[in-house]
């Protein structure tokens, strides 16, 4: 679960400061979530204050059971940091066995010899499946994703959406995406911001209809060098 109380949020986005939240209060319990908004350029900043990788302005979010990271954010794989030693740094913050994650991570993507490799010399298509297979590691209660999930028929999509599913089963998944049909798929009720406030609608097909999925400005302008949320912007994309 994840609680809101008395959220206030005013973050510096797109050259000034915007409301975010205003005195939210919310229980987000176990279930499966689109965020949905008619702004969703400021889904980034909602996520970091979910996820909690930063505070807000007023107010505290309780998380009952371990969130995950931002999955799918862009920028997340880059450096000259090799994929062990990313493994064995995720291992070692989330308290999991080292080993076992390398051979997850190993088994799950197309060419396990890049892990030895920086990941600055990576080809696109290594980032973003070491990117997910990685989100799959850690036992988490709450799933955040932003972005799209592995959609093009190929080995690894077939893989880690069959570990995907298994791993959600009892758990939340809160789900910020462009693409319609995934957030059909995977979500049963519409998480939605609008005017300063979060609130949960049943009628998620509706909730489509009212906030149909957009790409944000910051998603539309972003290239292939980063992780822009999904796989449409590499090899992985139609």
Not at 13 to 30: E, H, W
Not at 96 to 124: F, G, Y
Not at 135 to 143: K, R, T
Request: some cysteine; glycine content about 8%.
């Amino acid at each position: 679960m994840i609680q809101l109380n008395g959220v206030t949020d005013e973050p510096y986005a797109f050259g000034r400061r915007q409301p975010l939240l205003t005195d939210a209060s919310l229980d987000i319990p176990v279930g499966r979530y689109a965020l949905l908004s008619p702004v969703p350029e400021m889904h980034r900043q909602l996520v970091d204050i979910l996820c909690g990788l930063r505070p807000p302005r007023q107010g505290f979010v309780k998380h009952e059971g371990r969130v995950s990271w931002a999955i799918g954010r862009q920028g997340f794989i880059r450096g000259k940091a090799t994929g062990l030693s990313m493994i064995d740094f995720a291992s070692e913050m989330y308290e999991i066995d080292a080993d076992a994650t390398h051979e997850l991570v190993a088994d799950l993507v197309s060419d396990p010899k890049c892990l030895a490799k920086p990941m600055e010399h990576w080809p696109l298509y290594a980032r973003q499946e070491f990117s997910f297979a990685l989100a799959l590691a850690p036992a988490f209660d709450v799933y955040v994703i932003e972005g799209s999930i592995p959609f093009e028929p190929c080995r690894f999509t077939r893989l880690w959406l069959a570990l995907f599913e298994e791993r959600l089963v009892s758990r939340t998944l809160i789900f910020s995406s462009y693409r319609q049909n995934q957030l059909a798929d995977y979500c049963f009720k519409g998480l939605i911001h609008e005017r300063s406030a979060l609130h949960i609608d049943d009628g998620l097909d509706q909730c489509l209809l009212r906030f149909p999925p957009r790409r944000s400005r910051s998603d539309a302008g972003t290239h292939g060098d980063d992780l822009g949320g999904g796989f449409d912007e590499g090899p992985f994309g139609f």
